[in-house]
């Protein structure tokens, strides 16, 4: 079960620092599931327990959203037997029941993992119809022309005859190996069937943002971070 301390947690919850709040404490005004609790360090099991202050309960942040700067060789799966999983680099402090990827990457993708405890939230982000774009930075094995792009974008039509929605991609690098792709499905393997169906091969891929939040750049790769309310907030924006 999540823990967490209780003055920490409430601080974090409502416009109290903790100085007040330790104060609140100590004046028996904060009870967990009906018994007054005075000690800041006090564990909070925050997915089952109940705060009231001043007899109102306080609304208790039961779900999370994380950002994680995958690194290669890290599986997109909440666990696994045999191999490191994106849910094993998240520290402990930020670890919750049900955690898990809303998104896969490949094993050898880099960059932007969200990870949350919120199913109806993930199924929102991913949801095709709901065109929130995934950002992502492919170096490609050759040079890419004008026409493929062009073919790209109109919606393509993989090699085993899955059709895709419209793409934006837009070359970024010097040499028109290196490109922008945006995209709102999260079909297996989708980028690299992408650049395979018009000739190309994807040597290095990176998401670098989910709707209109990037990847934090001062996240190394393997840390994690929870998001503020405003980034979960932009991860909606189109
Ligand atoms: N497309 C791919 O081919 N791989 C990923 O990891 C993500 C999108």
Do not use: W
Not at 23 to 44: I, P, Q, S
Not at 122 to 144: C, D, F, G
Not at 197 to 203: D, F, H, I, M, P
Request: charged share 25%; net charge positive.
């Amino acid at each position: 079960m999540p823990k967490e301390r209780i003055d920490k947690m409430i601080a974090s919850t409502t416009a109290h620092s903790r100085k007040e709040v330790k104060a609140m404490l100590r004046e028996k005004r904060v009870l967990v599931n009906g018994n007054t609790v005075t000690d800041g360090a006090f564990k909070l099991d925050i997915a089952a327990d109940t705060v009231c202050i001043d007899g109102v309960a306080l609304p208790m942040k039961r779900y999370i959203y994380l950002m994680l700067n995958k690194p290669q060789g890290i599986v997109s799966a909440s666990r696994s037997a045999a191999e490191k999983t994106v849910v094993d680099l998240v520290p402990p402090d930020l670890r919750r029941d049900g955690l898990f990827p809303a998104g896969r990457l490949d094993k050898d993708t880099t960059g932007f993992v969200l990870l949350t405890n919120d199913g109806d939230f993930a199924h929102r982000i991913l949801s095709p119809k709901n065109h929130i774009q995934k950002t992502y930075v492919a170096r490609l094995a050759e040079p890419i022309t004008s026409e493929k792009i062009a073919v790209l974008q109109s919606g393509t039509t993989l090699r085993d005859g899955t059709v895709l929605l419209p793409a934006s991609v837009k070359i970024i690098g010097e040499d028109a190996q290196t490109v922008q792709i945006k995209i709102c499905e999260g079909k297996y393997h989708q980028i690299k069937r992408m650049l395979a169906s018009v000739g190309n091969r994807v040597t290095e891929l990176s998401r670098t943002h989910m709707g209109a939040l990037p990847l934090d750049s001062t996240l190394a790769p393997g840390a994690c971070r929870a998001l503020t309310e405003d980034e979960v907030r932009k991860i909606c924006e189109k």
